[in-house]
Nanobody, 123 residues
Framework: QVQLVESGGGLVQAGGSLTLSCAASGRTFRSYSMGWFRQAPGKEREFVAAISWSNGITYYADSAKGRFTISRDNAKNTVYLQMNSLKPEDTAVYYC????????????????WGQGTQVTVSS
């Protein structure tokens, strides 16, 4: 069982930056790949980025490539999402997830989910 708590959301102007953090409970954090999803009002939830548990392989949605960076600190049981050059269309609730199977490439699903943190980008 993994419990996830996100933080770092807020209001930012277009072109600005935010860093989301996700603190995970449990001694097996380093055994889980971690990822972020987001859901905008009236839209389906979509994958943003993931990082593997074993060697730090990362994978990004096209919308995140070149602007977002996912990283993890296993000593702190924390995963981060650095978001730069934010756009109004990045406005969404961002969810931290943990996955026990994913290793690389598409197909990241997430077995455990946090409660989400709101990111609002004003134009």
């Amino acid at each position: 069982q993994v419990q996830l708590v996100e933080s770092g959301g807020g209001l930012v102007q277009a072109g600005g930056s935010l860093t989301l953090s996700c603190a995970a409970s449990g001694r097996t954090f380093r055994s889980y790949s971690m990822g972020w999803f987001r859901q905008a009002p009236g839209k389906e939830r979509e994958f943003v980025a993931a990082i593997s548990w074993s060697n730090g392989i990362t994978y990004y949605a096209d919308s995140a490539k070149g602007r977002f960076t996912i990283s993890r600190d296993n000593a702190k049981n924390t995963v981060y999402l650095q978001m730069n050059s934010l756009k109004p269309e990045d406005t969404a609730v961002y969810y931290c997830t943990a996955d026990s199977i994913w290793a690389a490439g598409p197909g990241y699903m997430g077995d455990y989910w946090g409660q989400g943190t709101q990111v609002t980008v004003s134009s």
